[in-house]
Nanobody, 122 residues
Framework: QVQLVESGGGLVQAGGSLRLSCAAS????????MAWFRQAPGKEREFVAR????????YYADSVKGRFTISRDSTKNTGYLQMNSLRPEDTAVYYC???????????????WGQGTQVTVSS
């Protein structure tokens, strides 16, 4: 089993930055694909970014491309999401996920964190 714990969320003004962390425990996630999703009130959970477990290739949703950067540190068993130039529409609960299948669909990921709130004020 893998446990994921997100941290780093908070309140920030538009144009600001936050760095989310996703600490894994239970087993190493170096071979797992990791991803970030977000869910705003009344909306479905949506894909934000993913990083491959094999070669750290990355892929982003169009809405965050050029502003967000996903990364991982295998030595710390931790994933990250650096968010720059934040906009009010980025406000959501952000979740990290890990799994053996690289995908943008939430259902393809096995392990999930509890989420961290990101609020961007205008």
């Amino acid at each position: 089993q893998v446990q994921l714990v997100e941290s780093g969320g908070g309140l920030v003004q538009a144009g600001g930055s936050l760095r989310l962390s996703c600490a894994a425990s239970g087993r190493t996630v170096s071979n797992y694909h990791m991803a970030w999703f977000r869910q705003a009130p009344g909306k479905e959970r949506e894909f934000v970014a993913r990083i491959s477990g094999s070669n750290s290739n990355t892929y982003y949703a169009d809405s965050v491309k050029g502003r967000f950067t996903i990364s991982r540190d295998s030595t710390k068993n931790t994933g990250y999401l650096q968010m720059n130039s934040l906009r009010p529409e980025d406000t959501a609960v952000y979740y990290c996920a890990a799994g053996m299948f690289i995908a943008t669909a939430p259902a393809r990921y096995t392990y999930w964190g509890q989420g961290t709130q990101v609020t961007v004020s205008s």
